[in-house]
Structure formats: structure tokens, C-alpha cells
């Protein structure tokens, strides 16, 4: 066991190495470790090695870094938490004034996320496109949203991605992140949503010319 774990541990350095940023690779990461050490110290424990006195500080060093790790990370998540709560009362007001100059239902406006958009639906979206599945149920929670891998890298999704082009599209929400998005909403003439209406990070929101002059 040791052996194998040993051997996933080190394929998943490999594959970090050229992706340190995708989360999939650093909680499998994270899985592994643990049961490799675990299985370590019921060794050491039944073995002629005396190694009772180096378990202590063995275990104080293990407390010490969950302590610092928890600290560190809190500020960390309290801010991830923030943003996300203004970007979603942010969407629902972007949402709720294009629907009133378009007279339409809220319902009914067609919303695209961008790839790593920190909105519930975006996630949801996204993570159906990838199993391929929950799609009848996403679009009773998430009307007329859409969600787009807009990174520029190949993936092997489930279910065949969306182009952006292929759906009418009433606003596009991208947090400036590395993508491919900008070339396509310069080639159709998005434009944030005008400082009249009052949306923080109003520069994420991306409507349709002809929507801003109504």
C-alpha cells in the first residue's frame, strides 16, 4: 500500500507541475497524503524501531501546521465569501434593471457565466457540463443560464461545451480572468452596463449595445 500510494503521490506531482492551479489535482493530493502517513505510523508502531519518542513532536508538528493552515486561510475565505455576496446582489440588480428596460421577465433574461464566475449557478453549470448530468434539474434552479469553459485549453467534458456564439445571449458575466472571451464580446460590441445603474464590479457585466441605450 505504501508503495502504490507512494506511486499516485508522485503522478500527481507530474501532472501539478504543468497544472499547480487546478483544484481536482491538490485535493487528491490532499486525499493521499493522510492515509500514506497513517499507514506509515501503524508500521512504525508494530515494527523494532523505537520510535515512540519521535510520535510526540511527530504529532505537535501535524497540530501546529492544521492550526497555522486554518489561520492563514481564514481571511482568505471570509473575503472569498464577501465577494461572492456582492457579486451575486450585484448580478441580481445588473439582472433586474436590463429586465425592466428590455420589459421583460427577470426569468427570462439570458444569462452566460464565464469560466470561474463566483455565483452558485455558475458552479452548478459548470460541474453538470463535466459529469454530464443534473441538466433537467439546473434548469429549474438556474433558468436561462448558461456556463462556458473560456479557458484557452482543451477538456474532456462529458458533454459537448456551448460556444458563446451559438446562444442569444443577453448579458455576460467574466471576471477578467485569463480567457478567450474578450476577442468575442469586442467582435460584437459588448459594453459593461452603464454606471447609471449603481452594480459593483459593474465592469464584470457585459449586455448587448443596443440593451445600454434603452
Same mark, same amino acid.
Given at each position: 500500500?505504501?508503495?502504490?500510494?507512494?506511486?499516485?503521490?508522485?503522478?500527481?506531482?507530474?501532472?501539478?507541475?504543468?497544472?499547480?492551479?487546478?483544484?481536482?489535482?491538490?485535493?487528491?493530493l490532499?486525499?493521499?497524503?493522510?492515509?500514506?502517513?497513517f499507514?506509515v505510523?501503524?508500521?512504525?508502531?508494530?515494527?523494532?524501531?523505537?520510535?515512540?519518542?519521535?510520535?510526540?513532536?511527530?504529532?505537535?508538528l501535524?497540530?501546529?501546521?492544521?492550526?497555522?493552515?486554518?489561520?492563514?486561510?481564514?481571511?482568505?475565505?471570509?473575503?472569498?465569501?464577501?465577494v461572492?455576496?456582492?457579486?451575486?446582489?450585484a448580478?441580481d440588480q445588473?439582472?433586474?434593471?436590463?429586465?425592466?428596460?428590455?420589459?421583460?421577465?427577470?426569468?427570462?433574461?439570458?444569462?452566460?457565466? *464565464?469560466?470561474? %464566475?463566483?455565483?452558485k449557478?455558475?458552479?452548478?453549470?459548470?460541474?453538470?457540463? /463535466?459529469? +454530464? $448530468?443534473?441538466?433537467?434539474e439546473?434548469?429549474?434552479?438556474?433558468?436561462?443560464?448558461?456556463?462556458?469553459?473560456?479557458?484557452?485549453?482543451?477538456?474532456?467534458? *462529458?458533454?459537448? %461545451?456551448?460556444?458563446?456564439?451559438?446562444?442569444e445571449?443577453?448579458m455576460v458575466? /467574466?471576471? +477578467? $480572468?485569463?480567457?478567450?472571451?474578450?476577442?468575442?464580446?469586442?467582435?460584437v460590441?459588448?459594453?459593461?452596463?452603464?454606471?447609471?445603474?449603481?452594480?459593483?464590479?459593474?465592469?464584470?457585466?457585459?449586455?448587448?449595445?443596443?440593451?445600454?441605450?434603452?
Amino acid at each position: 500500500m505504501i508503495a502504490g500510494l507512494a506511486v499516485q503521490i508522485a503522478l500527481i506531482f507530474l501532472v501539478m507541475i504543468k497544472a499547480t492551479i487546478k483544484l481536482r489535482y491538490s485535493l487528491s493530493l490532499a486525499a493521499t497524503l493522510p492515509v500514506l502517513v497513517f499507514i506509515v505510523l501503524k508500521i512504525l508502531e508494530t515494527s523494532a524501531w523505537k520510535v515512540e519518542k519521535l510520535q510526540i513532536p511527530f504529532y505537535g508538528l501535524i497540530l501546529i501546521g492544521v492550526v497555522f493552515s486554518l489561520t492563514s486561510q481564514k481571511p482568505i475565505i471570509d473575503e472569498r465569501h464577501r465577494v461572492e455576496g456582492i457579486i451575486q446582489n450585484a448580478k441580481d440588480q445588473a439582472v433586474n434593471q436590463l429586465a425592466k428596460r428590455m420589459n421583460m421577465e427577470e426569468e427570462d433574461i439570458v444569462v452566460v457565466n *464565464a469560466y470561474a %464566475v463566483p455565483l452558485k449557478c455558475a458552479g452548478l453549470l459548470q460541474g453538470s457540463n /463535466w459529469t +454530464g $448530468n443534473f441538466e433537467a434539474e439546473l434548469l429549474n434552479i438556474c433558468p436561462n443560464q448558461h456556463a462556458v469553459w473560456d479557458t484557452i485549453v482543451d477538456l474532456n467534458t *462529458a458533454v459537448p %461545451v456551448k460556444n458563446i456564439s451559438d446562444i442569444e445571449w443577453d448579458m455576460v458575466i /467574466w471576471p +477578467g $480572468n485569463g480567457s478567450n472571451l474578450p476577442e468575442y464580446l469586442n467582435a460584437v460590441g459588448a459594453v459593461n452596463v452603464p454606471r447609471s445603474w449603481h452594480v459593483e464590479y459593474s465592469k464584470w457585466f457585459f449586455i448587448r449595445p443596443e440593451f445600454a441605450e434603452k
